[in-house]
């Protein structure tokens, strides 16, 4: 049975604010390897167990969570938002000051590293330099004197990946290229049957290309084991590609949760609005007056009755809700062009007064950089959020 990740109340505080920054180091997995080998206890060993002070840095602020079983997660937000230093907590790496992480209802500190079952791949997949890729692949093999079984292993993981991981099993690390290993670091996880994946901007240092070819490869080996999966990421393609849903967090705290349909569509506060989407909402100061949002170039209405006049409203227009329309109240100056030729659409980047507002128009709408448009916006099509809290008005 896959299994189920709970969090409660994390919050990570640290001392130093350079303590915080330090990513998970090969030392630090080779403690926990320590302990493995020697099946004692890793909590005089993991990095995790250091002296909780009240420090300078609260990296992770009171967040709650479950991941279901076989569920993918992704965990998106802008760097230096604490989702490392929260998948590092449920990794046990490090221990959170408060808080609890449940792995199937058990507290993970009460499980032994060694039953614990985690498969994880860093960003810089923190391969043993000094071992070749079989090595490296079967090392958990190795440490339960299970070395016959990593030939087939390797054979399942490269039929599953559709990799021929061959020619790159006698090579060393440093000879290897930052795709294969990639593969590599994911192939070592396969081989020791995790119950839990978990995978830190594991695509962060691949070309273009190569990112999209081998996150088809990964989505492929999510489906087909349907592990629970956590995966950290700042790139939202990323995300929508893989995750079954996203939690956005923003300086250390879990914003909102949900699937890509929920995020999109309706944001809970502004920060998520400007910050979900490619490209992001477009959002416009203004206030309530008389039924209707009034800012400072144009006005849109009617909106809620119930809001007191006067009050401080930013206005949210999905950059595909502009609609090009001669009788249309708003006026934008064309300054950039991003044709996108694959979707058959084209990003306008404009100024609306005195505010940057991008729009999505189909390729077939001839438009020039310094040309005058006039918009409005379709029916129903915006978000209202309350300019002092940045909360989404219902």
Same mark, same amino acid.
């Given at each position: 049975?896959?299994?189920?990740?709970?969090?409660?109340?994390?919050?990570?505080?640290?001392?130093?604010?350079?303590?915080?920054?330090?990513?998970?180091?090969?030392?630090?997995?080779?403690?926990?390897?320590?302990?493995?080998?020697?099946?004692?206890?890793?909590?005089?060993?993991?990095?995790?167990?250091?002296?909780?002070?009240?420090?300078?840095?609260?990296?992770?602020?009171?967040?709650?969570?479950?991941?279901?079983?076989?569920?993918?997660?992704?965990?998106?937000?802008?760097?230096?938002?604490?989702?490392?230093?929260?998948?590092?907590?449920?990794?046990?790496?490090?221990?959170?000051?408060?808080?609890?992480?449940?792995?199937?209802?058990?507290?993970?500190?009460?499980?032994?590293?060694?039953?614990?079952?985690?498969?994880?791949?860093?960003?810089n997949y923190a391969l043993y330099p000094h071992l070749p890729s079989v090595d490296n692949i079967g090392f958990f093999?190795?440490?339960?004197?299970?070395?016959?079984?990593?030939?087939?292993?390797?054979?399942?993981?490269?039929?599953?990946?559709?990799?021929?991981?061959?020619?790159?099993?006698?090579?060393?690390?440093?000879?290897?290229?930052?795709?294969?290993?990639?593969?590599?670091?994911?192939?070592?996880?396969?081989?020791?049957?995790?119950?839990?994946?978990?995978?830190?901007?594991?695509?962060?240092?691949?070309?273009?290309?190569?990112?999209t070819d081998t996150r088809v490869e990964l989505k492929r080996l999510l489906q087909r084991y349907r592990i629970t999966?956590?995966?950290?990421?700042?790139?939202?393609?990323?995300? %929508?590609?893989?995750?079954?849903? /996203?939690?956005?967090?923003?300086?250390?705290?879990? *914003? !909102? &949760? +949900?699937?890509?349909?929920? #995020?999109?569509?309706?944001?809970?506060?502004?920060?998520?609005?400007?910050?979900?989407?490619?490209?992001a909402m477009n959002l416009f100061p203004g206030f309530a007056h008389h039924g209707t949002w009034e800012g400072a170039?144009?006005?849109?209405?009617?909106?809620?009755?119930?809001?007191?006049?006067?009050?401080?409203?930013?206005?949210?227009?999905?950059?595909?809700?502009?609609?090009?329309?001669?009788?249309?109240?708003?006026?934008?100056?064309?300054?950039?062009?991003?044709?996108?030729?694959?979707?058959?659409?084209?990003?306008?980047?404009?100024? %609306?007064?005195?505010?940057?507002? /991008?729009?999505?128009?189909?390729?077939?709408?001839? *438009? !020039? &950089? +310094?040309?005058?448009?006039? #918009?409005?916006?379709?029916?129903?099509?915006?978000?209202?959020?309350?300019?002092?809290?940045?909360?989404?008005?219902?």
């Amino acid at each position: 049975m896959p299994t189920t990740i709970v969090l409660r109340h994390i919050t990570k505080i640290f001392e130093t604010p350079s303590e915080a920054e330090q990513p998970a180091s090969e030392s630090a997995i080779s403690n926990i390897v320590n302990a493995l080998r020697i099946g004692s206890d890793a909590s005089a060993r993991t990095p995790g167990h250091l002296p909780e002070e009240l420090g300078r840095q609260r990296a992770v602020d009171d967040v709650s969570l479950t991941v279901y079983p076989g569920e993918t997660l992704g965990i998106l937000g802008p760097s230096g938002c604490g989702k490392t230093t929260l998948l590092r907590i449920v990794a046990g790496l490090l221990r959170p000051t408060r808080g609890e992480v449940l792995y199937d209802g058990q507290p993970l500190e009460d499980i032994p590293p060694a039953e614990r079952g985690i498969g994880m791949v860093f960003q810089n997949y923190a391969l043993y330099p000094h071992l070749p890729s079989v090595d490296n692949i079967g090392f958990f093999l190795k440490l339960r004197k299970r070395e016959q079984e990593i030939p087939q292993r390797v054979r399942e993981i490269s039929r599953l990946m559709r990799i021929d991981l061959k020619p790159l099993l006698s090579r060393k690390p440093p000879t290897l290229s930052g795709g294969e290993q990639q593969r590599v670091a994911i192939a070592r996880c396969l081989a020791r049957d995790p119950r839990v994946f978990l995978f830190d901007e594991p695509f962060s240092n691949l070309d273009a290309k190569l990112r999209t070819d081998t996150r088809v490869e990964l989505k492929r080996l999510l489906q087909r084991y349907r592990i629970t999966t956590i995966y950290v990421t700042h790139d939202q393609t990323e995300a %929508i590609a893989l995750a079954d849903r /996203i939690a956005i967090m923003r300086e250390g705290r879990l *914003v !909102q &949760i +949900g699937t890509f349909e929920q #995020l999109y569509n309706a944001p809970v506060n502004a920060f998520v609005a400007g910050f979900f989407g490619k490209p992001a909402m477009n959002l416009f100061p203004g206030f309530a007056h008389h039924g209707t949002w009034e800012g400072a170039t144009f006005s849109y209405g009617p909106i809620r009755s119930d809001l007191n006049e006067d009050t401080p409203l930013i206005l949210g227009v999905r950059p595909e809700h502009f609609v090009l329309d001669n009788t249309g109240n708003i006026t934008a100056i064309v300054e950039l062009i991003e044709p996108i030729y694959g979707e058959r659409i084209q990003l306008v980047y404009t100024r %609306i007064g005195s505010h940057r507002a /991008i729009l999505r128009l189909p390729l077939r709408h001839h *438009v !020039q &950089i +310094g040309e005058q448009l006039r #918009l409005s916006i379709a029916t129903d099509q915006v978000h209202l959020f309350d300019q002092e809290s940045g909360k989404r008005l219902a």
